[in-house]
């Protein structure tokens, strides 16, 4: 399949462990946050969002965390699988203009079997 | 779910052809975005429509084109490809303007010779 990034961050797990994938962003006056999920040769998968008056929304198997003071995202992942394997990036809603999306440049995960 | 569509999963294009890449989104969705992702840089925004015959330039927008006749549809020109052009392209759309969520096509890997 294509790689979407071929010096990305990776993070190698074993199925079954949690994984915590993290992001900084730029803007402290953004105010929302999503998570995409791009397998190989794919579009970006929405995961989950947060909005900025909240630090912590959990979804199927997914957690985001929000620390605005330090200006930092994570994804939590709980018992991976091997299908989680994927490029990660997160997106920041800048607040300016007309509030285009930023996004990261993604982490690789990696989950052995 | 939101269905957003794109004509070509693989191009190939010699330098100066004319391209066209078409996006089609199946929610009535009001916002569609066009990007290009290259290796070590992320998503980069090309060029934007938040309604039908409008259009803003995103940040590189610059060798490309777009049209928007239809709210279901949103096309990216390269009016003379160059090689510097080689990239993934994807397109997306949102609900409307504001920081909302954006979904995403397959992508369309286009190479230029």
């Known amino acids: 399949g294509e790689s979407v990034g071929l010096h990305l961050p990776t993070l190698s797990v074993q199925e079954g462990d949690n994984s915590i994938i993290n992001c900084a962003y730029s803007n402290s006056a953004s105010d929302y946050f999503i998570w995409y999920k791009q397998e190989s040769g794919k579009g970006p998968q929405f995961i989950i969002d947060i909005r900025s ?7 199927q198997r997914v957690t985001v965390l929000l620390n605005k003071t330090v200006k930092h995202l994570s994804l939590q992942i709980a018992a991976t699988q091997p299908g989680d394997s994927a490029v990660y990036f997160c997106a920041e809603n800048t607040n300016t203009g007309f509030q285009k999306l930023v996004f990261g440049t993604g982490t690789r995960l990696l989950v052995s079997p | 779910d939101v269905k957003v569509t794109q004509s070509s999963r693989y191009l190939v294009k010699r330098t100066g052809e004319k391209v066209f890449l078409e996006c089609v989104q199946d929610m009535d969705h009001e916002n569609m975005f ?3 992702q290259d290796p070590g840089l ?4 090309i060029y934007f429509s938040y309604d039908v015959k409008m259009k803003e330039k995103g940040d590189i ?4 084109s777009v049209s928007r006749e239809k709210k279901e549809r949103f096309s990216l020109i390269l009016e003379s490809a160059s090689t510097n052009q080689t990239s993934m392209y994807l397109c997306a759309s949102s609900l409307r303007t504001g920081g909302e969520k954006q979904f995403f096509g397959p992508g369309t890997r286009l ?3």
């Open chain 1, 53 to 59: 008056n909240m630090d912590k929304r959990q979804g």
């Open chain 2, 34 to 36: 066009w990007y290009r």
């Open chain 2, 42 to 45: 992320g998503l980069r925004l």
């Open chain 2, 61 to 64: 927008p610059e060798g490309y």
């Open chain 2, 111 to 113: 190479t230029v010779l």
